[in-house]
């Protein structure tokens, strides 16, 4: 039986005197690869940003592997990557440079590993550029570099798709599956149809997020 990372009880969350979601149940154990989807306005980053302890205008509770989150924070950000609407890039900063300070924060890491991750984010030649000149789908690709690298058993990635091409896409869908298959969890949010095996999606905007499995 795989391993319970998160959990929510009776989770809600009110915004501008409107209840965005209420009563939510949710687990994500290791191996597990879970979709938020919903209409716009529905709370898809309110309720990650939550997740991520970001958001502390909530009601209910959360656990991470078994304990109050609020008790364990330090331990569970050190095994949390998230990457949210902005891609957290330093523009005076290069592709490498962005790559050694957001995983060196977290674990031990190489100048040539950083310029694998890039390569493989389809940045090879661009390590050495300073941020603030490349694309904007660039400096999302710098940022999403660290999936090749992280080791963090938790992902929460928001809109994680966004400003990549075709190819950029296929390929993240290919890190997801492999990370979830060596045992990882991966909570995300996307415009893009995915069919990835084993996906297991919550629908917000209705009266409970929707567990379904997208393997049936």
Aim: net charge negative; charged share 20%.
């Amino acid at each position: 039986m795989s391993e319970l990372l998160l959990e929510t009880r009776a989770l809600g969350c009110e915004r501008d005197d409107r209840q965005l979601f209420a009563g939510l149940d949710l687990k994500v154990s290791a191996g597990s690869l879970v979709q938020v989807a919903g209409p716009n306005g529905a709370g898809k980053t309110t309720l990650l940003r939550i997740l991520c302890g970001l958001h502390g205008f909530y009601q209910g509770s959360i656990f991470w592997r078994g304990e109050p989150l609020a008790s364990v924070r330090e331990s569970f950000l050190a095994n949390l990557l998230y990457l949210g609407h902005n891609p957290g890039v330093q523009g005076a900063l290069t592709g490498r440079e962005n790559l050694t300070a957001a995983v060196g924060a977290q674990q031990p890491v190489t100048q040539a590993a950083c310029e694998q991750a890039l390569a493989a984010a389809g940045l090879a030649g661009y390590e050495d550029i300073p941020c603030r000149q490349l694309s904007a789908g660039q400096r999302r690709r710098v940022a999403l570099a660290r999936l090749y690298l992280s080791r963090a058993p938790l992902w929460i990635l928001d809109e994680a798709f966004t400003a990549i091409d075709r190819d950029g896409v296929a390929a993240m869908e290919s890190l997801l599956k492999a990370r979830v298959d060596a045992g990882g969890a991966v909570v995300f949010t996307t415009h893009h149809a995915l069919t990835l095996p084993g996906l297991v999606r919550w629908t917000l905007g209705a009266p409970q997020a929707e567990a379904a499995d997208e393997s049936e």
